[in-house]
């Protein structure tokens, strides 16, 4: 975001400026610039100057530049002429939209990055005393907030778009609602994801500007050091509620016995984090549930899943893929959240700590030492049914950046992805598949799918992506194939 700073900074001094015109030169699917763009106008709007706004591609007409230049020229000769022009708009969005830094009282939506990681959060910080919400995506959101979509990352909009709506259909007031988005400092566009989902509601006005963006922790323990671990049980209960459907789903007899299992789970659970109940007494009941599917015997290819976030785990946004998957004849493999974030911690303590961020690197070594030891008895239960070792996250993620010619300064989803597979084939090695889940215009997707041969020339795996671009096109298909028609694994 250093050079957007800077563009927008530029422009705030163009704006400013008696007689100086800008024109932002930008490339074609270029996502920070996309966000950016949308403040470029504020400012413009704002000082009530016209611009000029080029977006390049391998498709471009020298004719057409042309003629956009020209007109653009002969506006800013027409406004720095009459000074009727000059007057600034009476009504124009502020430049900066401040975020929550308190929820005070109001009821708190919560996106649905995962339904089942979500819907227990939401018992979480119901327990903490917040009115919280999960807020399920729907194609109508995904429908309508394309309409809002200019080249940002797609998740952005379909997000803002689920709030719009739960707040309408649910007569919510906007003034006593705030929602939620995690404070990020990776490599990623997600930090901008609390201006633009700010700016999408103060557009689509009707109350909705006075709706407040909370920006917290994925720790959640902004909330309470409570509510911290207790969350990071949510993910792991989540978690392994999806891994252990894919185990047993592809195999049972009855067909649609493990998703009324998981559902009834879920519920379980949620009471269970919700009303302070037993966890392992509760967890021994959703085992017993699973225990009684019958199952048949039968070897299918393992594919394995990685990718962004909201499109690896949301089963609406990713159109049912595991499902999908099971249906060609492949058996899923999953990882918890809380396992990834165990995996990918060795490689951010030590950055935060060259950056001087010591209170981040004391709270979240102090939480993984604390939840490895209460979390010990949760998966001897977990693994009376997957019948495997807890992932490995003991290893020298030195030797993977080698491997891939990046370093320890570089980080974000596309570093994680890297690591993750090291340690799913470590786990699994007889993984037939990896999927890779994008988002279209996602930034750290781009940068991991043209690193996908170099991924297959390391792990012997094939790697499969899939960009999800919202229009409802069936985009699984694609995996279909790769199932049926095994490639043989080259020599690692």
Request: proline share 4%; aromatic share 10%.
């Amino acid at each position: 975001w250093n050079y957007a700073a800077k563009i927008l900074q530029a422009a705030l001094f163009a704006a400013r400026t008696a007689g100086l015109y800008p024109v932002y030169v930008t490339s074609f699917k270029c996502s920070p610039d996309s966000f950016a763009i949308e403040y470029f106008k504020r400012i413009m709007d704002k000082y009530g100057k016209p611009y000029l706004i080029l977006e390049l591609d391998e498709h471009d007409s020298k004719v057409g530049y042309e003629t956009r230049i020209e007109a653009a020229i002969q506006s800013f000769r027409n406004h720095n002429k009459d000074k009727s022009l000059r007057a600034k708009p009476a009504h124009f969005l502020s430049l900066n939209s401040a975020n929550a830094t308190k929820i005070n009282g109001k009821t708190l939506l919560f996106p649905c990055f995962d339904p089942l990681n979500a819907r227990l959060i939401e018992a979480v910080l119901l327990k903490e005393g917040v009115d919280a919400r999960m807020v399920p995506l729907t194609e109508k959101a995904i429908q309508h907030g394309l309409r809002t979509n200019k080249g940002q990352c797609i998740p952005v909009n379909l997000i803002a778009q689920s709030f719009l709506d739960y707040i309408n259909d649910n007569f919510l007031d906007p003034a006593q609602t705030a929602v939620w988005c995690f404070e990020s400092h990776v490599a990623c566009n997600i930090r901008m994801y609390p201006p633009m989902i700010k700016g999408i509601m103060e557009t689509t006005g009707g109350g909705m500007e006075k709706v407040d963006v909370y920006v917290g922790n994925l720790s959640m323990n902004d909330i309470s050091i409570q509510a911290s671990i207790e969350a990071y049980f949510a993910h792991m209960f989540g978690g392994m509620l999806r891994k252990i459907g894919c185990k047993i789903r592809p195999y049972e007899k009855v067909k649609g016995m493990t998703d009324k299992a998981i559902a009834e789970a879920l519920n379980i659970l949620y009471n269970t984090l919700l009303g302070g109940r037993n966890k392992d007494d509760d967890l021994a009941k959703v085992i017993g549930m699973f225990k009684k599917i019958e199952t048949i015997p039968e070897k299918r290819p393992k594919v394995a899943i990685f990718g962004d976030l909201y499109a690896r785990d949301n089963d609406v946004f990713n159109q049912d893929l595991i499902h999908c998957i099971e249906e060609y004849g492949g058996e899923v493999i999953t990882t918890p959240f809380n396992e990834l974030a165990k995996l990918v911690a060795d490689p951010y303590i030590r950055r935060w700590f060259y950056e001087g961020e010591y209170m981040d690197v004391l709270f979240t070594k102090s939480i993984i030492a604390l939840v490895n030891q209460l979390e010990k008895s949760y998966y001897r239960l977990f693994n009376e049914l997957l019948d495997e070792t807890a992932l490995d996250t003991a290893f020298d993620y030195r030797e993977i950046y080698d491997n891939f010619a990046v370093k320890l300064q570089h980080c974000g989803e596309s570093i994680d992805n890297l690591i993750k597979i090291t340690a799913l084939i470590k786990h699994y090695p007889d993984i037939s598949l990896f999927v890779q889940t994008n988002p279209a215009f996602c930034c750290a997707g781009l940068v991991t799918e043209a690193m996908a041969q170099r991924i297959e020339e390391i792990s012997g795996v094939p790697v499969v992506t899939l960009n999800y671009d919202g229009t409802g096109k069936n985009i699984n298909q694609k995996v279909r194939p790769y199932i049926k028609y095994p490639r043989n694994k080259s020599k690692r």
